[in-house]
């Protein structure tokens, strides 16, 4: 059986395409990485193509409509909840993504699926830098205390979270005998929380710091 030249083509740049971003995935670790996403934007290149092959004349989108229908589901797979949150959304989004990058590609349209691909490959690495700048500006950090009991104690420590630039929520205080426990959710700039936990390491009242 003879292929037509146009649809192994786009099974080579769906190769490419799927591939590129799956190894962006694979250099940091997710769970969805270079044999996933290229295989995703592959089948989805091949579904789209069999939609126009075998499908109804007038209803030729039909088989390719139900790509974004399926891949959700793949896309919840990786989705997690993790100690700090909820984890794998990024990934799920690039399945998300990859998928309707190969309808793309079996549609035709391979050029804007090419330079689209090159867009998200860039956001995805400049993002990840500005990502790391902004947390370094803002961080939430959760802090605990224990020390002796003293008359205005959890305050004299709030007051030390507004010397260091912190904006602070206590969550939690509670005294046993002679010793209290006060427990905060704390949010600022990365350099201001090294100074604060500086601080509090070196204080001979502090009897437990968690940070």
């Not at 990840?128 to 104690?153: G, S």
């Amino acid at each position: 059986m003879h292929l037509p030249q146009d649809i192994i083509l786009k099974i080579f740049l769906s190769l490419l395409v799927g591939g590129a971003i799956g190894a962006e995935r694979e250099y940091h670790s997710k769970s969805a990485g270079f044999r996933t996403l290229t295989l995703i934007c592959i089948g989805a290149t091949l579904f789209t193509v069999f939609s126009q092959l075998i499908g109804d004349p007038g209803n030729r989108d039909r088989i390719a409509s139900n790509i974004a229908t399926g891949i959700g589901f793949v896309g919840a797979g990786v989705i997690f909840k993790g100690d700090f949150g909820v984890n794998g959304i990024t990934t799920a989004a690039m399945i998300w993504a990859t998928a309707a990058l190969g309808m793309g590609i079996g549609a035709g349209y391979e050029l804007v699926s090419v330079i689209s691909a090159i867009i998200i490959l860039v956001m995805l690495f400049v993002f990840a830098k500005l990502e790391i700048w902004i947390d370094e500006l803002n961080q939430v950090r959760n802090y605990k205390i224990v020390c002796e009991y003293q008359d205005e104690t959890m305050h004299r420590y709030e007051a030390c979270f507004k010397k260091f630039n912190l904006k602070f929520k206590r969550s939690k205080e509670a005294k046993v005998g002679n010793m209290i426990t006060g427990e905060w959710s704390v949010k600022g700039c990365e350099d201001d929380h090294k100074a604060f936990a500086e601080y509090i390491l070196h204080d001979p009242l502090v009897k437990e710091f968690e940070f």
